[in-house]
T-cell receptor
Framework: DGGITQSPKYLFRKEGQNVTLSCEQNLNHDAMYWYRQDPGQGLRLIYYSQIVNDFQKGDIAEGYSVSREKKESFPLTVTSAQKNPTAFYLC????????????FGEGSRLTVL | RKEVEQDPGPFNVPEGATVAFNCTYSNSASQSFFWYRQDCRKEPKLLMSVYSSGNEDGRFTAQLNRASQYISLLIRDSKLSDSATYLCVVNKGSSNTGKLIFGQGTTLQVKP
């Protein structure tokens, strides 16, 4: 079945450690996105990529890094520079064409201890 | 002013009620609009796109008002299963690619 897979679902990290969240899609979508969601809040855009080997900062990119070496993969690294990393992280890819629908993974819940 | 704004609610309504949510956006060049539904601790899922002429899907009706820069979602005959957070999503700019901006969501609680 086509879809987006995020891993891990739950992750615990000590302060000062970097952690990488995986996002893989087999939908053949060009555009991929990373969002962060805090309790009771909407989604805020961290980074997005419209094509392989290219990505742009979203609204809250500080303390995060991404790569897009393959169409299928868009990993997000949460670095120790991110001051409040505990959050729900959602990866999405976007359907091309007029609708532009976003398809989300199930999310990764990161807790920093 | 936030780029996309919604009344966070919560909206508490009885089963069978009609409820409407509004969402305002700041970028007049935006061309694509969506309503997503998010259940507690789950990923958002597309409920419906919003077309210029308005569109309906069963009990759900979406409308776009470009002059006033808002979109709306009307839910008729509310069901218990409609309880969720409804997210307004707007494409930033005129291109159909690029940034999709989310509102903070409106929480709906349908009670028996």
């Amino acid at each position: 079945d086509g879809g987006i897979t995020q891993s891990p679902k739950y992750l615990f990290r000590k302060e000062g450690q970097n952690v990488t969240l995986s996002c893989e899609q087999n939908l053949n979508h060009d555009a991929m996105y990373w969002y962060r969601q805090d309790p009771g809040q909407g989604l805020r855009l961290i980074y997005y990529s419209q094509i392989v080997n290219d990505f742009q900062k979203g609204d809250i990119a500080e303390g995060y890094s991404v790569s897009r070496e393959k169409k299928e993969s868009f990993p997000l690294t949460v670095t120790s520079a991110q001051k409040n990393p505990t959050a729900f992280y959602l990866c999405a890819s976007r359907h091309p064409g007029n609708t532009g629908e976003l398809f989300f993974g199930e999310g990764s819940r990161l807790t920093v201890l | 002013r936030k780029e996309v704004e919604q009344d966070p609610g919560p909206f508490n309504v009885p089963e069978g009620a009609t409820v409407a949510f509004n969402c305002t956006y700041s970028n007049s060049a935006s061309q694509s609009f969506f309503w997503y539904r998010q259940d507690c601790r789950k990923e958002p899922k597309l409920l419906m796109s919003v077309y210029s002429s308005g569109n309906e899907d069963g009990r759900f009706t979406a409308q776009l008002n470009r002059a006033s820069q808002y979109i709306s979602l009307l839910i008729r005959d509310s069901k218990l299963s409609d309880s969720a957070t409804y997210l307004c999503v707007v494409n930033k700019g005129s291109s159909n690619t690029g940034k999709l901006i989310f509102g903070q969501g409106t929480t709906l609680q349908v009670k028996p």
